[in-house]
């Protein structure tokens, strides 16, 4: 019988936003003092090992996930967008700026949704979700 994978729990009560959720990250998922990019793309290599998770895979339990689709909903993805609006190309400007504006109108896609979008491709490499309400 194969070992139980490894469980690391995020609280999503102690977030704020999204640079208090990678403050969580960094408590539950780091070693103390690990460099990392604060980004999303840097919480999906994170997620792909190297940073001291189990290499067979592990689950990711995020607890008060509802408190965290709040922190991480359409007001907190408008701020981060906005944040990014200098440094998009501008072929991509448009397309960037409709985001943004659906975004604060509380429509489209928000950070929790591809915080979840980058753990479920991660299935792959033994990243297992489970999102506790």
Partial sequence: MPDALAVYELDGARVQGLSG????????????????????????????????????????????AGQLREALGHAETARWLEGRLPDVHPGN???????????????GRTLFDEIVEIIGERAADGVTLDLVE
């Fill in 93 to 107: 400007r448009h397309v960037f700026e409709q985001r943004l504006d659906d975004a604060r109108a509380g429509r």
């Fill in 21 to 64: 959720l990678w403050d969580e990250v960094e408590r539950v998922l780091l070693p103390p003092g690990t460099r990392w990019g604060r980004s999303l793309d840097a919480f999906n290599d994170v997620l792909r090992g190297g940073f001291g998770t189990p290499d067979e895979g592990f689950v990711l339990r995020i607890v008060s």
